[in-house]
């Protein structure tokens, strides 16, 4: 656990895939082969964004509020903190049962395994905004968002891009068998919160983090503002950022991917990385890469 893996340079343009410009619509010529949605398997995934509608029957308790609400932030910290962060970047140090955990609380988003989310997420960086990119909005943008998931292409985990974690059994088992955590999760809504605490405290919230983690993704690299000159279409944006726990400060975060931190500047709010902080005094989070100062100091001054 000592070597700080390269996800990639961070920089699209050096893998000899090609940038394409950025369009709004899906361009049938950059689309790679056998890049379908499959109509069938996706039924499943649209019928769930409505059953938060049984609200109307179950009512809304506040206990399941709370839920949704906890929930959601818990959940976005183990995605953005543990998946992307660490499984993803290795921007910091954890033993082994703590991986172990922050893993499981990933799965309980429904957003398939650590290994699976992560190898994905480096293939991006390494192929950012080329015809490469698995999810780049020069595609489109709702392919961008969430097409490139129900696509059977990508249901596959790269273990060879993930090599580092494929090691450890528990959580190449975990990757295999990620419903556990997400069942875990629901189990638990309904036996605290009750039909509405499944409701709302768990479908909800895990519909709402879906499409907030998604954002970045697809708008994170439409809009905002670009305080470095990359290769690729990343943007910095407040908005996704306090939505996210602090991902929004994408462009920063594409400059210098090998960092904890994605907002670079003390105003840039990131609250993933105050978390990461504060397990650092506690002793759990250890070795936080840092953001060179002569890398932040290239950003453009802000008119
Ligand atoms: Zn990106
Ligand atoms: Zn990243």
């Given at each position: 656990?000592?070597?700080?893996?390269?996800?990639?340079?961070?920089?699209?343009?050096?893998?000899?895939?090609?940038?394409?410009?950025?369009?709004?619509?899906?361009?049938?010529?950059?689309?790679?082969?056998?890049?379908?949605?499959?109509?069938?398997?996706?039924?499943?995934?649209?019928?769930?964004?409505?059953?938060?509608?049984?609200?109307?029957?179950?009512?809304?308790?506040?206990?399941?509020?709370?839920?949704?609400?906890?929930?959601?932030?818990?959940?976005?910290?183990?995605?953005?903190?543990?998946?992307?962060?660490?499984?993803?970047?290795?921007?910091?140090?954890?033993?082994?049962?703590?991986?172990?955990?922050?893993?499981?609380?990933?799965?309980?988003?429904?957003?398939?395994?650590?290994?699976?989310?992560?190898?994905?997420?480096?293939?991006?960086?390494?192929?950012?905004?080329?015809?490469?990119?698995?999810?780049?909005?020069?595609?489109?943008f709702w392919?961008?968002?969430?097409?490139?998931?129900?696509?059977?292409?990508?249901?596959?985990?790269?273990?060879?891009?993930?090599?580092?974690?494929?090691?450890?059994?528990?959580?190449?088992?975990?990757?295999?068998?990620?419903?556990?955590?997400?069942?875990?999760?629901?189990?638990?809504?309904f036996l605290?919160?009750?039909?509405?605490?499944?409701?709302?405290?768990?479908?909800?919230?895990?519909?709402v983090l879906?499409?907030?983690?998604?954002?970045?993704?697809?708008?994170?690299?439409?809009?905002?503002?670009?305080?470095?000159?990359?290769?690729?279409?990343?943007?910095?944006?407040?908005?996704?950022?306090?939505?996210?726990?602090?991902?929004?400060?994408?462009?920063?975060?594409?400059?210098?991917?090998?960092?904890?931190?994605?907002?670079?500047?003390?105003?840039?709010?990131?609250?993933?990385?105050?978390?990461?902080?504060?397990?650092?005094?506690?002793?759990?989070?250890?070795?936080?890469?840092?953001?060179?100062?002569?890398?932040?100091?290239?950003?453009?001054?802000?008119?």
């Amino acid at each position: 656990m000592s070597v700080i893996v390269d996800p990639g340079s961070g920089v699209a343009g050096d893998n000899g895939a090609t940038p394409v410009a950025l369009s709004t619509s899906r361009d049938p010529s950059t689309w790679a082969p056998n890049e379908h949605i499959n109509k069938r398997s996706s039924i499943p995934f649209i019928l769930l964004h409505f059953l938060p509608l049984l609200a109307f029957v179950t009512g809304v308790t506040w206990t399941a509020v709370w839920l949704a609400v906890g929930l959601y932030f818990l959940r976005m910290l183990a995605i953005t903190g543990g998946y992307h962060r660490y499984f993803s970047h290795r921007s910091y140090r954890l033993k082994r049962v703590p991986q172990f955990l922050l893993a499981f609380i990933g799965t309980t988003a429904a957003q398939k395994g650590p290994l699976w989310w992560a190898a994905h997420h480096r293939a991006h960086h390494k192929y950012a905004d080329t015809e490469r990119d698995i999810h780049s909005p020069i595609r489109g943008f709702w392919w961008s968002h969430v097409g490139w998931i129900l696509c059977d292409k990508y249901n596959k985990t790269d273990s060879d891009a993930i090599k580092d974690f494929t090691k450890y059994p528990e959580l190449v088992w975990l990757d295999k068998h990620d419903w556990v955590g997400t069942w875990t999760a629901g189990v638990l809504c309904f036996l605290i919160g009750g039909w509405s605490g499944l409701v709302i405290g768990f479908f909800l919230s895990t519909i709402v983090l879906w499409h907030a983690t998604f954002t970045v993704n697809s708008l994170a690299h439409v809009f905002g503002r670009r305080a470095y000159d990359t290769p690729d279409t990343s943007r910095n944006s407040l908005l996704v950022a306090l939505i996210t726990s602090g991902e929004g400060w994408h462009n920063n975060h594409h400059r210098y991917p090998w960092a904890a931190r994605q907002g670079f500047r003390w105003y840039q709010i990131d609250v993933t990385y105050y978390v990461l902080r504060l397990f650092g005094l506690l002793g759990v989070v250890r070795d936080i890469r840092p953001v060179p100062a002569t890398v932040r100091d290239e950003a453009r001054p802000q008119r």
